[in-house]
Nanobody, 122 residues
Framework: QVQLVESGGGLVQAGGSLRLSCAASGRTFTSYTMGWFRQAPGKERELVSVTRWSGGNTYYADYGDSVKGRFTIFRDNTKSTVSLEMRNLKPEDTGVYYC????????????WGQGTQVTVSS
């Protein structure tokens, strides 16, 4: 059974930092796209950042426009984890952050975590 379990959410003041982590289990994710989406109250889910496999041991990262330069994604295939370092947080970063995993080349994500709440106060 595949599981994605997020941790690290919480309440932080604007300008602060948080690190989210996701532990994946139940299959091998080496070739999978893995990363993070978020959903703010009253809004649709949006891509935050994902890492995509480009062959061998090479991955590249994509970021949503609103987080470029502030968020960094890390991936450790030996531990089946993906993390998100978030800096200079803004109130508009508030939302539920979901860990996701999808087959290489797929336009959809097969697996979703339960989500972790991030709240940024002004």
């Amino acid at each position: 059974q595949v599981q994605l379990v997020e941790s690290g959410g919480g309440l932080v003041q604007a300008g602060g930092s948080l690190r989210l982590s996701c532990a994946a289990s139940g299959r091998t994710f080496t070739s999978y796209t893995m990363g993070w989406f978020r959903q703010a109250p009253g809004k649709e889910r949006e891509l935050v950042s994902v890492t995509r496999w480009s062959g061998g041991n090479t991955y590249y990262a994509d970021y949503g426009d609103s987080v470029k330069g502030r968020f960094t994604i890390f991936r450790d295939n030996t531990k089946s984890t993906v993390s998100l370092e978030m800096r200079n947080l803004k109130p508009e970063d508030t939302g539920v952050y979901y860990c996701v995993a999808g087959a290489d080349g797929s336009s959809t994500y097969d697996y979703w975590g339960q989500g972790t709440q991030v709240t940024v106060s002004s």
